[in-house]
């Protein structure tokens, strides 16, 4: 993506010559399209990633810790059933 981005900038601002009214504003949204689309695959994604996992794990670990000791008073004897 970077090596596109700093290809497509030479045309992005128009100093490639004749024909720059065309592809001067079609650089633009491809260098756009790169920049978002690299900052959502490498920043976005991840940290969804993480937020769902960690709140999956979270659950998980609720649902499999032991139940709570019944309360005893100190000497009695624990009912066990």
Known sequence: ALATIFALL?????ITGEGGFISTP????VIGGLVT???L???LIPVLYTMVEGRRERRQAR???P???PETV???PVPVA
């Open 26 to 29: 079609l650089a633009v949204v």
């Open 37 to 39: 689309s690299t900052l």
């Open 10 to 14: 030479p045309m992005a601002l128009g």
């Open 63 to 65: 649902r499999s810790s």
């Open 74 to 76: 100190a000497g009695e």
């Open 41 to 43: 695959t490498l920043v």
């Open 67 to 69: 139940a709570p000791q």
